[in-house]
């Protein structure tokens, strides 16, 4: 299967203070994820930045044996702090890049800082200019490749603000991980793609109607017009189921897998289904230059 699996999409305890794993990535996630017939698999960091380094070379060795890869790690950075205050935050960001080097992990994906664009101080920008900067450059060091999620309470809120900034800095050659602001108008979404074109690497799939979560197909968004759009803009883009209609158990019940790994299954084969595999000459012509 070509889409990645987003390990969020199986944590009930996701938006909770402590964001303490409800269940182990490699004893349980895992398999169950190889078993769904996922091989690519996107990596909520809490799900691993309790584990010792040692424990995630058995993780990547065991993921390997299951047929599976790691290809994003995601990460929650902060940037606005300065002096003292930014120790703690700064060793979390460089932890991180270790982590997904040792996963083997090409990618992370990650939120441009916890405020919004439009909120940062003067001196909160300057903080995120200097810290960003180190921190990609470490990581581009060891090798890693980043993408920012489009989000609120992140540069990218809103949007202008975000990239009105990030070109002041064209060196940070900064990539989108995109997932809609507005998830009612397929058009917005369509000209967010539009004006993005190929900085776009990733995208967060996950359906959504006026009952809460729903499957890709059940959605308000047409995605059948966001996935075709999307590959268009890149052809390399990696596609990412991250919530499914199944994967929020009511308060006391337990996930539910089996379903929840039905609507996944389901959204990735919808997405597969507009993937463009019977891409116009031009478009095959490009994945291939040089």
Request: net charge neutral; hydrophobic share 40%.
């Amino acid at each position: 299967m070509r889409v990645l699996f987003n390990t969020i999409a199986l944590e009930p305890n996701r938006w909770t203070k402590e964001k303490r794993p409800a269940n182990d990535l490699g004893d349980v996630l895992l398999p169950r994820i190889a078993e769904a017939g996922f091989t690519k698999v996107e990596v909520w960091p809490f799900h691993i930045l309790h584990k010792s380094l040692d424990e995630l070379k058995k993780l990547r060795e065991q993921a390997e044996k299951l047929g599976l890869s790691f290809l994003v790690v995601g990460a929650y950075p902060e940037f606005h702090h300065s002096g003292a205050n930014d120790e703690a935050p700064r060793a979390q960001r460089h932890e991180i890049l270790e982590r997904a080097r040792v996963l083997g992990a090409p990618w992370v994906k990650y939120f441009f800082g916890r405020v919004a664009g439009s909120a940062l101080t003067p001196e909160q920008w300057a903080a995120t200019e200097a810290n960003y900067s180190a921190w990609i450059l470490d990581g581009r060091r060891q090798g890693l490749n980043f993408c920012a999620e489009l989000h609120n309470n992140t540069l990218f809120d809103p949007y202008e603000t975000g990239a009105k900034q990030v070109n002041l800095h064209p060196g940070w050659d900064v990539k989108i991980c995109f997932q809609p602001y507005d998830f009612k108008s397929t058009a917005k979404n369509l000209a967010l793609i539009g004006k993005l074109g190929s900085k776009i690497v990733h995208a967060h799939f996950q359906g959504r109607n006026a009952d809460g979560y729903s499957r890709l197909a059940d959605s308000d968004l047409d995605y059948s017009k966001l996935v075709p759009a999307l590959t268009m803009a890149n052809p390399e883009i990696m596609h990412s189921v991250e919530f499914v209609k199944n994967g929020f158990p009511k308060e006391g019940e337990a996930l539910n897998f089996d379903k929840a790994l039905a609507d996944a299954v389901a959204d990735a084969q919808f997405i597969e289904r507009y993937l463009l595999s019977e891409r116009p000459d031009s478009v095959r012509r490009k994945r291939v230059k040089p």
